[in-house]
């Protein structure tokens, strides 16, 4: 089983920056595929962004690539989302997710994942 706890949402400005972070307790084995999703109020989830945790295959969706990136501290069982030049539109709780399956679904279906964070807020300003 694995907990995640996530940290590092807030309010910023646009063009601004933040950095999340995704603590996991539990064995992490090398497989594990871990991703950012987030859910904006009245609208759908949205991926964001995975990585596997041995950090061999990274992805972002088309509308964060170029200004978040994901990566991971194997030593600290944590995983970043660095996002910069926020604009309000990425105004968001966002989720930590991580898939244990050998065999993984779509990595950009939030289906695919078991365990889940409690969510963290993110408001941009304009």
């Known amino acids: 089983q694995v907990q995640l706890v996530e940290s590092g949402g807030g309010l910023v400005q646009a063009g601004g920056s933040l950095r999340l972070s995704c603590e996991a307790a539990?064995?992490?084995?090398?497989?594990?595929?871990v991703a950012w999703f987030r859910q904006a109020p009245g609208k759908q989830r949205e991926f964001v962004a995975n990585t596997r945790w041995r950090g061999d295959s990274t992805n972002h969706a088309d509308s964060v690539k170029g200004r978040f990136t994901i990566f991971r501290d194997n030593v600290k069982n944590t995983v970043y989302l660095q996002m910069n030049s926020l604009n309000p539109e990425d105004t968001a709780v966002y989720y930590c997710?991580?898939?244990?399956?050998?065999?993984?679904?779509?990595?950009?279906?939030?289906?695919?994942?078991?365990?889940w964070g409690q969510g963290t807020q993110v408001t941009v300003s304009s």
């Open positions: 539990g064995r992490m084995n090398a497989y594990y595929n």
């Open positions: 997710a991580v898939d244990t399956a050998i065999i993984s679904g779509a990595y950009n279906d939030g289906r695919t994942y078991k365990y």
